[in-house]
C-alpha cells in the first residue's frame, strides 16, 4: 500500500502488561489460550501483542476471522509463520519449499487423503479398535490420553501408510513422533533453531525417522507389481511439473505431515471424547442408541454407514468447540493489509484463536457447557476447529472420520466413568495442540 493510502489508518489497538525484553511471552507460556481471550476481551477484533520483539496482531469474531482466511498467501503467508515446523517436516518440504513445489506437495497430500483411499479406512480402525481391547476384560482402569496416543498412532500409520509400515513399528517410533511433537512448544515460533534440549531431539528424531521410512519405500520399489492404495504408494508416485519424483526426504516430509494431520490432533481430541462420554451420560445414551441401531440394522463400518451417524458426528463436533485441538492459527503479513481502517504492517504476525473463537457468547450461548444439541451459528467462520477458507485443514475429513470409527467400535462394547473429580479434567496448554491434561484416567466396564 502506499504512503498516502495508509496515511489515514489506524493502529490496532495494544495489549497491556508487555515487559521489557520478553514483551508478553512469559503470560503467553502460562496459558496462551486464556491469554488470547483476554486480548480480544480488552482491545476487540484487532488486538496487538510483543512475542518477544515479534509484533502479532490477534484477529478475532467472524469478519475478522474470514479475512485472516480469505486473504491471499501473497499478503498473510503461512509459511512465513510456520517457520517451526521446517524442522519437523524437513528442508525443501511444504513451508521450506518454493510455492510451485510447496502447491504441488499440498496437492499429492490432499490426493493421499481421496475418497477412494478412505473407504477402506473405517474398517481398518475398527479391527485396530478391536485388537486394542482384545486384552481389557470386563473392567478396569487407565490412562486414555496414553493409550489415545497410541490408538491413533497405530490407526494413522494403518490407514495412511499401509500395513508393512504398521506392523513393522515399534516403540522407537512412538518415542520418535513424541520427540518430535515436543519440538513444537511455543518457543519454536520465535525461534526453531535456540540451542535447546528439545530441539537435539527433535532433530534426530527426524534425521532417524528418515532411515525408517526409506527402509520402507526401498522395499516398495523393489515390489513394484504390489498395489497398496495408501498415502505413502501416493506420495511415492507423486511428481512435480518437470516430471521428477519426490526424494526420499520429500516422501518422509510429507508422511511426518499427513501424521500430524491425521493423528497429532486426533488423540487429544479422542481421549476429550471419552471425557465428555463420562461426563455427559444422557447425551451418550443417545448416541449409544444410534450406534446400537446401526448394528442391530445388520449395519457395518464403512464410510457410507458412519453418514448415518449424526448424533456421533455431533457430539465429536462439539468436543471440537470446546477443546479445539489447534488453538492458535497464524500468517505472516508480507504486505500491509487493510482491515476496517487499520493498518496491519508488513512484517508483523497476524493471528487467531479457535479456542476464544468458539467460546464467543454471541454464537455460542454457555460456552462452557457441553450441548449435544446445540444450535450451529449462522456463520461459516465462528467455528473453526479445522481452519476455514481455502487452506482448511486437508486432513479433517480423515480426522473426523477416524474419531466416528474409534467410537462407533467402542461405545456398543464398553462404559466409561470418570476416576477423579469432574473439574480435575483440564486442557493441557503447554503446547500447541491441546490435549487433556495427564493423567486422564478413566475406568471402563463391559456393557452387558
Known amino acids: 500500500m502506499s504512503e498516502a493510502a495508509t496515511a489515514d489508518l489506524k493502529a490496532p489497538p495494544k495489549v497491556s502488561g508487555e515487559k521489557p525484553g520478553v514483551g508478553h511471552m512469559e503470560e503467553f507460556g502460562v496459558n496462551f489460550a486464556r491469554f488470547l481471550m483476554r486480548c480480544n476481551a480488552e482491545c476487540g477484533e484487532l488486538a496487538e501483542y510483543n512475542m518477544g520483539g515479534q509484533q502479532t496482531v490477534l484477529m478475532s469474531g467472524p469478519d475478522a476471522q474470514e479475512a485472516f482466511f480469505k486473504t491471499l498467501d501473497s499478503k498473510l503467508s503461512r509459511a512465513a509463520a510456520y517457520q517451526a515446523m521446517v524442522p519437523v517436516f524437513g528442508e525443501g518440504v511444504i513451508f521450506d519449499a518454493p510455492p ?18 478412505m473407504k477402506a479406512y473405517a474398517s481398518v ?54 520427540d518430535l511433537e515436543r519440538g513444537l512448544q511455543a518457543i519454536a515460533f520465535v525461534d526453531p533453531y535456540l540451542q535447546q534440549p528439545i530441539f537435539e531431539a527433535r532433530d534426530k528424531a527426524r534425521a532417524r525417522l528418515q532411515e525408517l521410512i526409506s527402509g520402507i519405500i526401498a522395499e516398495r520399489r523393489a515390489n513394484k507389481d504390489t498395489v497398496y492404495g495408501d498415502a505413502l504408494e501416493t506420495f511415492m508416485s507423486g511428481t512435480y511439473a518437470d516430471g521428477s519424483y519426490l526424494s526420499d526426504n520429500e516422501v518422509t516430509g510429507l508422511v511426518i505431515a499427513t501424521m500430524f494431520a491425521g493423528h497429532h490432533t486426533s488423540s487429544g481430541t479422542a481421549a476429550w471424547t471419552a471425557v465428555e462420554l463420562a461426563r455427559n451420560p444422557k447425551a451418550t445414551e443417545e448416541v449409544l442408541a444410534e450406534v446400537n441401531a446401526l448394528y442391530a440394522n445388520g449395519g457395518e463400518l464403512t464410510m457410507e454407514t458412519l453418514r448415518d451417524l449424526p448424533l456421533l458426528e455431533r457430539f465429536i463436533e462439539e468436543v471440537l468447540r470446546i477443546h479445539p485441538p489447534l488453538v492458535l492459527l497464524m500468517r505472516r503479513v508480507i504486505e500491509d493489509v487493510e482491515y476496517k481502517g487499520t493498518l496491519i504492517e508488513a512484517g508483523k504476525t497476524v493471528a487467531i484463536s479457535t479456542y476464544g473463537s468458539h467460546r464467543n457468547t454471541d454464537y455460542f450461548p454457555d460456552p462452557e457447557v457441553f450441548d449435544l444439541h446445540r444450535a450451529k451459528p449462522d456463520t461459516l467462520w465462528a467455528y473453526i476447529p479445522f481452519g476455514g477458507g481455502p487452506h482448511k485443514c486437508a486432513g479433517n475429513a480423515f480426522a473426523l472420520m477416524q474419531l466416528k470409527s474409534i ?6 462394547r464398553y462404559e466409561f466413568e470418570l476416576v477423579d473429580p469432574p473439574q480435575s479434567y483440564v486442557d493441557d496448554l503447554s503446547a500447541m495442540v491441546l490435549k487433556p491434561g495427564s493423567p486422564c484416567r478413566l475406568r471402563y466396564r463391559r456393557r452387558k
Open 100 to 117: 510451485d513445489r510447496m502447491k504441488t506437495q499440498l496437492k499429492i497430500q490432499v490426493d493421499a487423503l481421496r475418497y477412494q483411499n
Open 125 to 178: 480402525i475398527a479391527q485396530e479398535v478391536q485388537d486394542w481391547v482384545a486384552e481389557w476384560g470386563d473392567e478396569g482402569e487407565m490412562d486414555f490420553l496414553d493409550e489415545f496416543i497410541q490408538l491413533t498412532l497405530n490407526t494413522a500409520c494403518h490407514c495412511l501408510l499401509g500395513a508393512d509400515f504398521r506392523y513393522k513399528m515399534t516403540d522407537e517410533f512412538k518415542s520418535l513422533y513424541h
Open 407 to 412: 467410537f462407533a467400535a467402542l461405545l456398543p
